[in-house]
Each structure stands twice: as C-alpha cells, then as structure tokens.
C-alpha cells in the first residue's frame, strides 16, 4: 500500500467515525481530495486507492492536470479564488467551482460553458466568520447572490462553501461551522433547492461533519505537508 493510500484510508476511518459520532450515515459527506502543488502521479496513486473527486486552487496547473489524467474520469473541482482571466479554463475544465462570490464571476462562468457540457455545478463562497483576509459573500448578501447565480442557464447552485478562522478547539470550530448550515438552511427556505455544504478541512474536518457538512476538504492528511 502507497502513502497516499495509507492515508486515504485513515482519513476515510476518521470521516466515518465524525459521521457516526454526529448520527449520520457514512455515506453522508463526500471526500473531496485536494491535489494542489501535487503531480498527476500523486493523483493516480489516490485514483488507483478509490477517490474519484479531486479539488484544485491553482487553475493553471489543474488544467495540465486534468488534460494528463483525462482517461481516468476523475471529478475536478476549482476550490481557489478566480481571477476574470481564468474563467473560461475554469468553464471549459471543471466540473464544480466552490468559490462564486460575485456575480461577475458567475455570469462569466455561464457565458463561457461549453454547450457539450452539463451545467457546471457551483457553490457560493460564504465569509462566515468575517476574516479580514477571507473571500467571500457577507452572509448577508448571501441570499441575494445565490438567487441571482441560480438563474444562470449554465450553472446549477449547489450550495454554499466556507474557509473560516482556525479555531482554537472543536466546540469553536463546530460553532462557526454551525453558521454556514444556519445560513444555508435560511436559503432554502427562501426558495433555493440547496444540497451541498462544503465545509470543513484536514484539521476541523470532525467539526464540520457535526455541524452538517456534505463534503471535506482534505489535502494534507492525504499527499502531506506542501
């Protein structure tokens, strides 16, 4: 057994053990793997253990990636921020994006999605916790943003993504997590169809899964320390 696959089936056991502690069914949170300054090797070690679904913050070097490792039928999602000259590597390539937080970038997200695609799935990024060096939507313009971003023909909004402070401990970590579901449940019933919570990373990722998240973010636990 490889490194990665080592690690991938801890991480699996520790995801496994947060959903029971929480009361849900294992199969509740998806793993998202994330590949960021990692080869197309590295990948193909995760692929050959089981993950399908690979996040990348760095477009450029996830689209030569994603061309490399095209016959493996890998799920790609762009969980970095994107700058408007990148948005249409981003359209044509990916297959989710977790970090809309204009409308600017969602318009141009839509216009540039290729026809022969399915509609790119997306989720809008939330400052939760209101970090001075954070991306995303104040919570309070949330709900505006995500009625807009749903009525663009070539997304489908999923839900909503959250990167907040480290936290000193997990009642801290599960708090501010418990926000975001907060947030997202107050979309839904205000007319979104949301499915998707995007919370919750290597350290905090026990947290995230009792707050509600449906899927982690894990990169280290997985290749290591970058």
Known sequence: ???IAANLQDVRERLGAACRAAGRSPDAVQLLAVSKTFGPE???QAFAA????FGEN???EAVEKIHALRHLGLEWH???????NKTRLVAQNFDWVHTVDRLKTAQRLSDQRPASLTPLQVCIQVNIDGGANK???APREALALALQVAALPRLRLRGLMCIPEPAANFATAMAVHAQTRTLFDHLNTNGLSLDTLSLGMSADLE???SAGSTMVRVGTAI???R
């Open 42 to 44: 590295a990948v193909a």
């Open 50 to 53: 089981g993950q399908r679904a």
């Open 1 to 3: 057994m490889t490194t």
């Open 207 to 209: 947290a995230a899964v």
């Open 58 to 60: 760095y477009i450029q």
């Open 223 to 225: 290749f290591g320390k």
């Open 135 to 137: 991306s995303g939507v």
């Open 78 to 84: 762009c969980i970095g921020p994107i700058q408007g």
